[in-house]
């Protein structure tokens, strides 16, 4: 090949790159190993982990049951192993299952449009405030404080330099916005309203009663919704005029923290400003029925510093995945597994709350997470419930100081009623040696 | 369909609905352990937020029913796994399954990122060890694994550029970016709070260093700069160029996109880049999945280490790995949790894989891609001189005149059995062929592609018609996109779809 392009050495097609930053030492990286020392090392690094542990964790990722289909169906080289399908004639497999995955999404939180995909919860939700601000034109944004803290983190980092000011609506007795102080909060000059449902601390929104005092004043109202399972069993925010959701629960592994998937979701009318990829049914020249990638007249890699937003490589094996897995599921399937979500949330609260001095936190209604007080700091539960091999749940007071001693519990349908005995059995204990005297 | 196309030959497939078409009441495909604690009653437990009615128009489908759907819709698509996917400046390369499998491991997939620390040595060392390893490569001080993609990793960056100046005292207002870059590059600019300035290339492809010195004042914050550059050029005078900016006190962030051509063969940190992000969807072989998930680390020198976003990874005393959160300078966070972890999994077990010999793959990349461009250089025109990296760009200068354009040879090389190469970009180039063949492709790979690149030219000059008209042989045609914008069906439903 050396000889058939006309040059001596290798090193003579790198002469472009001016000799003093050619490097002639070899980099200093671990390897060259072969596929069996690559498996031992990452089997070394996995027994480092939580496994054999029970966890009570939830906090925008969830562990659900996931069908041994979707794997296969995700590693098929075909879909693993392609690029975004702007080549529509040898893509159709992708782009048929991207006009699925938003049909579904659509079915899911009643909305019109939704697109394929963003890269997490976090980031859905704030494109969807950055889209509110372009339908609105105005500048101010209303925030749940009870929406995910590392939601409101990215959405702050975003804000900062595009002129957004952001404010924080506190949250009221029962766990939900305060309306009140949203009432006087809000304003002509307000862009978005943006809650999460259910929120943070478990509890689901009065979605119609925030779209009226959102729209009263001109304001769109943004939805995030981190369990995506609660909209099995929970009325959808049909009367948000944006939902951001991140899809991590339906067939993807916690992974620790990624690769997951989000997803914006709006009205028909607001299409044209939405961000991500979207694609549409069509037709070629013999009148048959494709798809293709559409409306890219708002995408970077067409309008450049005018897009509406930077974002190119998506999820888009991630949303196959929740594609497959809720066609798996089905309509019965998603049904039943909210269905015990619901119960068995329910049913550990209720036994928690015999534990003396544990209490439900907030009175509204909840899906598979919930809130109580503990009599004692979380971490000092924690670290004994720890010692019988349980995570338990998150203390709240690492994001909100105002919540000493809460505790974000979250069960569902993988959780056991044995599992559930046995964290209310330790909670029993350290809360009763924290009574003793000392 | 000409006889001479040796790589390709046409094969039945399946047609599939949607699966929506195929669903009927009380279908399921999987089955939930039964229930063991007291069912509520959703209706009196959620009151008036119960969705009595289910998901309407959810499909009802049994098991092979998903399972032959989807396996259906697989065949309808071109992967690397079939073959050559020559899609410049996207650098398709193959991915190892091995990756694969030990993203999947119990201890790895499994893991929650809210759990303590003291579970989670595994995750953070295999992200201490991939630091590392991307720190060697680019030659930089600092990394944050947090960016989710590309672009996401250029906000990074360039906010970090900005909190820096703001420290320095002043923000400064634009981002002088070549007319030759990524989308993504300006369209971030603008997310960063930066005005965008392009800067036009001179005649060979290059950035025009007199122009530079012109446009470099008080005001530039940074030049976005791919290097080598969208034409697959390196910037021959990159450490100019990086003098230049750091005499006016800017910065010089690299999209390290093209970083197939670079790794182990010379470091972004040695000439001159302040801040770079990688792609390790692209030079790390994650899968591309149809779209992504990717990852986009930032590595940047030491002075803007004390605005990486948060959380930080730091190695205490005793070498306890934990992520730090109290960063007094963060510009804050880009995306929640830990970065797209999975994809990080994969990348480490790529470049273990190949250790020190990842110089090897950067060679055998750019071999092919300077094979290709001297088997193809003459049948299409070549509007750039300078040496080529790890990809080449074309123009259809030579078949315009016969109708056909850089499109149409596109197409009609999927009826060869390939994958198009990249079209119509970078920008600067008229009817641009852009082609990344990247280090995975044989010689005998390659000269399939050269053999019906060479054959589409002679059917331009002797057949334009059955370029232009291309594809020929797949399942669907040339799909009208122009009515498929003015009016969007963007979902299935019961009523509205054919």
């Not at chain 2, 992200?127 to 947090?146: F, N, V, Y």
Request: charged content about 20%; overall charge negative; proline content about 5%.
């Amino acid at each position: 090949m050396l000889a058939a392009i006309g040059v001596k050495s290798i090193d003579d097609l790198f002469s472009s790159i001016p000799e003093r930053f050619r490097l002639r030492e070899a980099l200093k990286l671990p390897g060259p190993y072969s596929e069996a020392e690559i498996i031992q090392y990452f089997k070394e690094r996995a027994k480092e982990s939580s496994v054999g542990y029970t966890s009570f964790l939830g906090a925008g990722v969830y562990n659900h049951l996931r069908s041994v289909v979707t794997d296969t169906i995700i590693q098929r080289g075909e879909f693993l192993t392609s690029y975004t399908p702007y080549q529509a004639e040898i893509s159709q497999g992708t782009l048929q299952a991207i006009f699925e995955f938003q049909t579904l999404m659509c079915q899911l939180t009643g909305q019109d449009v939704a697109n394929a995909s963003m890269w997490d919860g976090s980031t859905a939700t704030t494109e969807a405030v950055l889209m509110a601000e372009r339908i609105t034109r105005r500048r101010r944004v209303l925030v749940a404080r009870s929406l995910h803290p590392e939601y409101r983190e990215v959405l702050e980092t975003y804000a900062r330099n595009s002129g957004l000011q952001v404010e924080q609506i506190p949250f009221g007795p029962d766990g939900t916005l305060n309306q009140t102080t949203l009432d006087s909060a809000i304003g002509d000059d307000v862009a978005a309203v943006v809650v999460q449902s259910p929120n943070f601390f478990g509890v689901i929104e009065s979605i119609a009663t925030l779209a009226d005092r959102a729209h009263s004043r001109g304001a769109l109202l943004v939805v995030a919704v981190t369990e995506g399972v609660s909209l099995g069993l929970v009325r959808p925010p049909v009367e948000a005029d944006i939902v951001a959701m991140e899809g991590q629960s339906f067939g993807l592994a916690p992974s620790y923290g990624g690769p997951f998937v989000g997803v914006i979701a709006t009205h028909e009318k607001f299409v044209r400003q939405m961000p991500g990829r979207l694609a549409g049914q069509a037709t070629d020249w013999g009148g048959r029925r494709g798809f293709v990638l559409t409306l890219a007249a708002r995408e970077q890699h067409i309008r450049r510093e005018k897009a509406t937003s930077n974002i190119c490589t998506n999820q888009a094996l991630c949303a196959l995945a929740a594609t497959v897995h809720l066609t798996l599921l089905g309509k019965e399937g998603l049904r039943e597994m909210a269905e015990q979500n619901l119960s068995k949330a329910h049913f550990a609260l209720g036994e928690l709350e015999k534990v003396p001095g544990v209490r439900r936190a907030f009175e509204g209604p909840f899906f598979n997470e919930f809130t109580v007080a503990l009599p004692r700091s979380v971490d000092s539960v924690n670290r004994q419930l720890l010692r019988e091999k349980i995570i338990g749940p998150l203390a709240l007071d690492t994001f909100y100081p105002e919540l000493a001693n809460h505790a974000l519990v979250c069960v569902t349908e993988t959780t056991t009623r044995a599992q559930i005995e046995d964290l209310v059995s330790e909670v029993r204990l350290a809360v009763a040696l924290a009574r003793e005297p000392r | 369909m000409s006889q001479t196309i040796r790589n390709a030959s046409r094969h039945v497939s399946r047609n599939e609905g949607l699966i929506f078409e195929k669903s009927s009441p009380g279908k399921r495909a999987f089955d939930l352990p039964p229930l063991d604690v007291p069912a509520v009653e959703p209706a009196t437990t959620l009151g008036r937020n119960h969705r009595a009615e289910g998901v309407t128009g959810f499909p009802e489908v049994s098991e092979i029913e998903v399972l032959r759907h989807f396996t259906r819709l697989s065949t309808w698509n071109y992967a690397i796994d079939i073959g050559m996917y020559p899609l410049g400046s996207c650098t398709m390369k193959y991915n190892p399954r091995v990756n694969e499998l030990v993203a999947r491991l119990d201890g790895i997939a499994t893991e929650h990122p809210l759990q303590p620390q003291s579970l989670s040595q595994g995750c953070l060392k295999i992200m201490r060890l991939l630091e590392q390893c991307l720190l060697e490569i680019t030659g930089m001080d600092a990394l944050s694994l947090q960016p989710a993609a590309g672009a996401q990793g250029e906000l990074t960056g360039l906010l970090l550029i900005r909190a820096y100046l703001e420290s320095q005292g002043n923000a400064r207002r634009k981002v002088l970016i070549p007319d030759s870059a990524h989308g993504t590059n300006p369209a971030t600019a603008v997310i960063a709070g930066y005005e965008v300035e392009n800067i036009k290339s001179n005649s060979e492809g290059q950035v025009d260093i007199e122009k530079l010195r012109e446009l470099v004042t008080e005001d530039v914050a940074a030049l976005m700069i791919t290097n080598p550059s969208t034409l697959g050029i390196f910037e021959q005078r990159i450490a100019e160029i990086a003098a230049i900016l750091h005499a006016k006190g800017a910065l010089l962030y690299m999209d390290g996109a093209n970083m197939n051509a670079l790794a182990g063969v010379a470091r972004p940190g040695d000439f001159g880049v302040d801040v770079m992000h990688l792609n390790l969807h692209k030079t790390f072989s994650t899968p591309h999945g149809g779209g992504g998930p990717g990852a986009g680390p930032v590595a940047m020198k030491t002075f803007l280490e004390p605005f990486r976003p948060i959380p930080v990874l730091v190695e205490k005393a005793g070498g306890e790995l934990t992520l730090e959160h109290d960063r007094p300078y963060s510009i804050g966070r880009v995306k929640a949790f830990s970065g797209n972890f999975g994809v990080l999994v994969r990348a480490l077990a790529y470049t273990l894989a190949y250790g020190p010999g990842i110089r090897q793959a950067t060679e055998d990349a750019v071999l092919n891609a300077n094979y290709i461009r001297k088997n193809l250089e003459g049948v299409f025109a070549l509007p750039y001189s300078l040496p080529s990296m790890h990809e080449v760009v074309f123009s259809d200068s030579i078949q315009k005149p016969n109708g056909v354009g850089t499109m149409d040879i596109a197409k009609r090389l999927i009826d060869y059995g390939f994958h198009p190469y990249t079209t119509a970009f970078p920008l600067i180039v008229s009817g641009a062929l852009m082609i990344e063949p990247t280090e995975s492709e044989s010689k005998e790979e390659c000269d399939l592609f050269i053999e019906a690149m060479r054959a589409i030219a002679g059917e331009a000059s002797s057949e334009p018609g059955l370029v232009a008209h291309a594809p020929h042989a797949t399942r669907i045609g040339r799909l009208d996109e122009v009515t498929a914008a003015r009016k969007p069906r963007l979902r299935w439903s019961k009523e509205g779809s054919s």
